[in-house]
């Protein structure tokens, strides 16, 4: 697969989740807006879209090209060991998604982390949109661990992609703000994460931010003590508490607001 292939489908897997989501928000929503969403929305995807073309620019070559060399020389844990394809390719997204557990922890207690993760919390509402708000920086830094799991398990371009495609569909679901049927949230969070697992995350108390770092398997949290349920949705305020005014929000606001004063 060459890079503008690859480029097409994860272009076309966003914004078909984004329009497939948005239609269920205008439909069954969860909960009003309370600042404008054509700004917010504005300010997301244009992160978004500055996001995937620097990323592109910056790394899409250098994962296919590790991924081909790896393969070639017979690196990494897979190429040593030769399961069958579908033990590989779910080990690929589970161990992935592992490891990307433990970064999205890493951004909430490490304070230089923090400075750009804060970005995404800084959204004072939570929508489809929301999973498109993000500091190139930080997302620079988890292509270069992407790359190092990619050695270390030798993951091919099938598995990788599966996982790319995963993280697109289910952070849209998750940050969506559309009403799902309690015995669906409940059933589906056994394993997975739904909406309101990651509301309370999105929550401007800091106690119940910290916690559902899932993104998508809630197993991780099961496991590792940090999964909270028991908090009254109706009641989670989303933001930071440092950041309440939108004027303050801009996308220039977001590009430079890691390099500002450090706030919780």
């Known amino acids: 697969m060459s890079n503008a292939s690859l480029a ?6 966003f914004w078909g989740g984004l329009l497939f989501f948005l239609g269920f928000e205008l439909i069954i929503p969860y909960r009003p807006s309370s600042v404008s969403k054509l700004k917010r929305w504005l300010n997301n995807i244009g992160l978004g879209v500055f996001n995937s073309v620097v990323l ?7 994962i296919l090209k590790t991924i081909e060399y790896v393969s070639v020389q017979k690196m990494g844990l897979f190429n040593q060991w030769s399961p069958p394809f579908w033990v590989k390719i779910l080990g690929t997204v589970i161990v992935f998604d592992f490891f990307l557990y433990i970064w999205h922890l890493l951004n909430h207690v490490m304070p230089l982390f923090w400075r750009f993760h804060r970005v995404h919390h800084s959204d004072l509402n939570m929508d489809v949109s929301t999973a498109s708000r993000f500091h190139i920086g930080e997302l620079a830094l988890s292509a270069i661990i992407r790359i190092g799991l990619i050695f270390f398990l030798g993951a091919d371009l099938f598995g990788v992609a599966l996982f790319e495609s995963l993280i697109v569909l289910t952070s849209q679901f998750h940050h969506s ?3 799902v049927p309690f015995w669906f949230e409940r059933f589906y969070w056994i394993l997975f994460v739904p909406p309101s697992m990651h509301r309370i995350h999105h929550s401007v ?22 999964l909270l349920m028991d908090v009254n949705q109706g009641r989670i305020l989303i933001g930071m508490g440092a950041y309440r ?3 303050s929000l801009n996308f220039h606001h977001l590009i430079f607001m890691p390099f500002t004063r450090s706030v919780r």
Not at 8 to 13: G, S
Request: proline residues 2%.
């Open 8 to 13: 097409i489908t994860r272009a076309l897997l």
């Open 56 to 62: 592109n620019l910056l790394f899409a070559s250098a």
């Open 177 to 179: 703000s559309l009403t």
């Open 205 to 226: 108390v800091i106690n119940e931010r910290n916690t559902n770092y899932g993104t998508i398997l809630s197993l991780w949290d099961r496991l590792l003590g940090t």
């Open 245 to 247: 005014k939108p004027d």
